[in-house]
């Protein structure tokens, strides 16, 4: 059974951190492009970052540069995304997403083009 556990989510205050952490089990992690959206409360979920197979090439949306890094550790199976100078504006549900990609050169941003997800773990951030 594929699944995506998020964790690392909780309450921050303005200027903290967090790490989001997101365990796959089911697949080949090393063959999956691996994303991270956001879905803030009434709004659509929007791409955060994602990082290729092997972790050399990464994008980020125009929001998370600067604050956000992914990485990925292929041994544990598990993506990461470390949040950075948090915002309130950053409060939201977080989501991994995989998808295999037939060239490790395109790494893809939409939603629409990932087809596994996790349930997301909420980031809070106050003012």
């Known amino acids: 059974q594929v699944q995506l556990v998020e964790s690392g989510g909780g309450l921050a205050q303005a200027g903290g951190s967090l790490r989001l952490s997101c365990a796959a089990s089911?697949?080949?992690?090393?063959?999956?492009?691996m994303g991270w959206f956001r879905q803030a409360p009434g709004k659509e979920r929007d791409f955060a970052a994602a990082?290729?197979?092997?972790?050399?090439?990464?994008v980020y949306a125009d929001s998370a540069k600067d604050r956000f890094t992914i990485s990925r550790d292929n041994a544990k199976n598990t993506v990461y995304l470390q949040l950075d100078g948090l915002k309130p504006e950053d409060t939201a549900i977080y989501y991994c997403?995989?998808?295999?990609?037939?060239?490790?050169?395109?790494?893809?941003?939409?939603?629409?083009?990932?087809?596994?997800w996790g349930q997301g773990t909420q980031v809070t951030v106050s003012s």
């Open positions: 997403a995989a998808v295999r990609v037939g060239s490790n050169r395109y790494t893809p941003r939409r939603t629409e083009e990932y087809n596994i």
């Open positions: 089911g697949l080949t992690f090393s063959f999956y492009t």
């Open positions: 990082v290729n197979r092997d972790g050399i090439s990464t």
